[in-house]
């Protein structure tokens, strides 16, 4: 059957199975390779992109259920506070193997978007959904801490 | 420049030619132009601009001026790219932007890891085994760019100098793209005329350099295996016997096929293979088939079995490992011994891209993509599924989703699964993807082990005599690496950690139990001292408190012979504040000191106990690595490290019921979260020795460093893993 999914403010026709989990459509369907598979049971957060801003595990989350929401993958970041985020991550140098940090920037994009200045629990509380077996949470939270210095330095807390 | 007259002499005498070539590629307005025209019209301006010039294995220059390194090693997470790359880049002086990495080739008369003889990433001596070797070949790049420049400008190459990717002397300068065509087509130096810098003369190497922002792990855009795209790729997974050993009796597999997106299934070795357009199409329709097992030559027991069974080998001699002096003398005269028994489970690598490979086979020849962390004996176990020879197999390398060991798989298990797949979809570019669920669940776990340490004490409370016996599998058995790796029938990577004891005994002796178990095994990161590790410094520990000392300065004692462990130690002791900082009530400080893969790491842990439940509140950590090429990728693999081996030390644990592992995914193997993690503070031991592994050796000391803080709070010993207050 097909569906009409808004990814990244584009409109995609697919035509899968409606329980097909939107990972598997945007990776497999659409190429859109950054969103990443980890578990396929919402336990590590390699998966995650923002449905109406946001942080969702698309592993769980069906091609039907995803029909008229604004999706975005991290190809279709463009925040300002996505933007320190990803400065940051090379900045930090927080990416080790990298396989889950698009679900990394993902969850602290959303984050630093609903919270411009998040506490060490807060950032906990947010990122314990994400998964890093080699282990850069230190950094992640260094990185997450110095974006929002950054956004909150430039942006006034515009957001 | 009459270059038909160039070319007459060319031929008569290709060395005096190229150096005239030179000179007129150098007269020449349009120098490179000229030379290329030459040469190999077109193609070499088309390969330096595609590719770069080759100056030797791992250097390529383009002429827009980018250095290519080949990285022979698996950039996995532990930082290769920067590490290996700041060593060619430091030694050709060029600017650290100009540098681009690829993965090498799979080629071992090029890209041998210098300390296994076959090209492979493992052990934790990328750097130790590549430091000199990739430093020689930035600086004969260097050697090339001088004389080409020296040719140009006829000036005396050694009065030329070169940095930050630029080459100069006088009013002349040169950028190494400049250069490129005509430096790269000199005769390599001899390695003996080259000189390398002295430490104290290093530009990059010792400095935080930065992994450029184009390799994408920021931004998605970095490949992996699970990222591959070929045309016409189709999608495999593999229903596997649910116990190790267990094999197809028969299986329906009407129903998957009628599954949308389905396009064959068959049977092969490890079980049953769905293929489909895509990865959902496959899983779905794997649910859908009936498959009988045999489970004739199953492993059936259950973990608790095989640990009995490991409690009682250690009751009973094993096979001599080591041996100094006569400790059951010692032990049996001594009327003051200590004696505890510690378990350890079997551990999952659990890392975070689960294992898949791409491949695609094409008559004798194979064709593959994937996270290649042993290219050597992969190609040889592909060309022998395949029945062809290693130069028909071409494995092109990407970015592996973290590694753990788990993709240097003695077996190459997953790997020819694929080629597997793939050659009964000839000319097909096939993709074989575990699940999660499959991933757990595959076995190649770090053994389970039980030991069993004994010591006589001295007046002083100190060991006299040691006797260790340990029971578990042996990793290496059954592959390989045996014959190299096995020796007396001692399995190093059993004991490893126990031998060589690093406090002083007198009299010591190690034995060993390999028992044969269905459950594959493998090397985890840190071996075999993810678990000596932690028996040896908790018992010390032990004593320690039962003479009524205080840990460090009873380790210092034992440690007298051993400048190196002292150092680290009371580096982490110093800036943990050990015996100077008060901790809040319910708080507890514990320290272990471990060295392995060439270098020492003493890590200091301050635990809070609340309860039944506790938290692992601040780590310092101090590492004595030789020359640390870069502090931060240092830090961050200490961290890394840490928090590896705080998963295990915490939670992780592989369990079996009846032949059945019980662990399926991330909610019943729970590994660390950044709710869990502790600050961690990492400090560099200033060193000018060759550079020793950095990967693995921060893992062995947390676990036994949390069991002793808890231990400080709670005066009980803690010798089993995961830790567990009631």
Not at chain 2, 54 to 81: R, W
Not at chain 2, 527 to 536: D, E, P, R
Not at chain 2, 597 to 620: H, L, P, Y
């Amino acid at each position: 059957m097909a569906y009409l999914l808004t990814i990244n403010g584009q409109s995609h026709e697919v035509d899968v199975e409606g329980d097909m989990p939107l990972l598997w459509v945007v990776r497999d369907h659409l190429n859109l390779t950054g969103t990443k598979f980890g578990c396929g049971m919402a336990q590590c957060g390699a998966c995650t992109v923002h449905v109406d801003g946001v942080a969702t595990r698309t592993c769980v989350m069906t091609v039907a259920d995803s029909v008229g929401k604004n999706i975005t993958t991290i190809e279709g970041l463009q925040s300002p506070q996505a933007m320190a985020v990803q400065q940051a991550w090379v900045d930090l140098q927080v990416p080790q193997c990298g396989y889950c940090q698009s679900g990394q920037v993902m969850s602290a994009t959303a984050l630093l978007e609903q919270n411009p200045n998040p506490t060490d629990a807060d950032i906990d509380a947010a990122m314990s959904g994400n998964i890093c077996r080699c282990g850069t949470y230190p950094r992640i939270k260094a990185g997450i801490k110095m974006a929002a210095t950054q956004f909150t330095n430039a942006a006034g807390g515009a957001a | 420049m009459n270059i038909r007259r160039f070319l007459k002499s060319d031929a008569a005498a290709p060395d005096t030619s190229r150096r005239a070539f030179l000179k007129v590629s150098a007269g020449a307005s349009a120098g490179l132009m000229l030379g290329v025209s030459f040469t190999a019209p077109s193609a070499l301006a088309q390969q330096a601009a595609d590719t770069g010039m080759e100056f030797n294995a791992f250097v390529s220059i383009s002429p827009d001026n980018t250095v290519k390194v080949l990285i022979k090693h698996l950039e996995m997470g532990q930082g290769v790219y920067t590490g290996l790359a700041t060593c060619v880049a430091e030694e050709l002086d060029a600017a650290w932007d100009q540098v681009v990495c690829e993965h090498a080739p799979a080629d071992v008369s090029k890209y041998a890891n210098l300390l296994m003889g076959q090209q492979g990433t493992g052990g934790s001596t990328a750097m130790a085994n590549s430091f000199m070797q990739m430093r020689q070949a930035g600086a004969a790049a260097r050697a090339m760019l001088v004389a080409a420049a020296a040719a140009q400008w006829q000036v005396d190459a050694s009065d030329i100098t070169v940095s930050d990717g630029v080459v100069s002397h006088g009013n002349h300068s040169a950028s190494f793209g400049e250069l490129a065509v005509a430096a790269a087509q000199l005769p390599a130096p001899d390695r003996a005329t080259l000189t390398l810098k002295t430490p104290a003369e290093f530009k990059l190497i010792g400095q935080d350099n930065t992994l450029r922002k184009d390799v994408g792990k920021h931004n998605g855009t970095a490949i992996y295996t699970q990222d591959v795209k070929l045309p016409g790729m189709l999608t495999a997974v593999v229903a596997h016997p649910p116990r190790f050993g267990a094999r197809v009796r028969s299986f329906d597999a009407s129903a998957a096929l009628a599954r949308r997106g389905v396009q064959q299934v068959f049977e092969i070795d490890t079980g049953i293979a769905v293929v489909a357009s895509d990865y959902w199409s496959a899983i779905k329709a794997r649910e859908l088939l009936q498959i009988e097992w045999d489970d004739s030559a199953a492993e059936t027991r259950s973990s608790g079995d095989i640990l009995a069974q490991y409690r009682d080998l250690v009751e009973t001699p094993g096979a001599m490992a080591e041996s100094h002096g006569n400790p059951d003398a010692a032990l049996s005269a001594s009327s003051d011994v200590t004696e505890l028994m510690f378990e350890y489970p079997y551990l999952a690598h659990a890392q975070m891209e689960p294992m898949n490979c791409v491949a695609q086979v094409n008559g004798d020849a194979a064709e593959m993509w994937y996270g290649c962390q042993s290219p050597t004996s992969d190609k040889a176990a592909i060309a022998g599924v395949l029945g062809t020879s290693g130069d028909k197999v071409t494995i092109h390398t990407v970015f592996a989703g973290g590694g753990f060991g788990r993709r240097a798989n003695p077996a190459s298990d997953y790997v020819l699964e694929a080629v597997r797949v793939a050659r009964q979809i000839p000319n097909t570019p096939v993709k074989l993807v575990w699940s999660r669920e499959d991933d757990m669940q595959a076995g190649y776990y770090r053994p389970a082990y039980v030991h069993k340490l004994s010591a006589a004490l001295d007046a002083a409370g100190k060991p006299s005599a040691l006797k260790v016996r340990i029971a578990g599998q042996s990793i290496m058995a059954g592959t390989s690496m045996a014959a190299l790796m096995i020796n007396n029938g001692i399995d190093n990577t059993s004991v490893e950690g126990l031998t060589e004891f690093a406090y002083d005994v007198p009299e010591r002796q190690v034995e060993l139990h390999s028992p044969q178990v269905g459950v594959p095994v493998q090397w985890w990161r840190s071996v075999g001292h993810t678990h000596t590790a932690f028996s040896k410094e908790v018992f010390i520990d032990a004593l320690a408190r039962k003479a009524g000392a205080d840990p460090v300065a009873y380790r210092l004692e034992l440690l007298k012979n051993n400048p190196r462990e002292t150092a680290v130690l009371k580096l982490a002791a110093e800036k943990a504040g050990w015996g100077t900082t008060e901790l809040p009530e319910g708080w507890g400080r514990g320290v272990a000191v471990h060295t392995s893969f060439g270098s020492t790491v003493a890590e200091i842990v301050d635990v809070s106990v609340q309860g039944n439940n506790f938290k692992v509140e601040r780590v310092v950590a101090a590492i004595d690595c030789g020359i640390a090429v870069n502090p931060s990728i240092v830090k961050a693999q200490v961290e890394s490290a840490i928090a590896y081996g705080l998963s295990a030390a915490l939670a992780d644990e592989v369990t079996l019921t009846n032949g059945l592992v019980d662990q399926t995914n991330f909610h019943n193997y729970r590994v660390l979260r950044m709710n869990a993690m502790p600050v961690v503070e990492t400090h560099i031991v200033p060193s000018t020795n060759a550079p020793s592994g950095v990967g693995e050796p921060g893992t062995p000391p947390i676990a036994p460093a949390v069991a002793n803080a808890l231990a400080a709070v709670t005066g009980r010993t803690f010798t089993r893993l995961p830790l567990r207050l009631a």
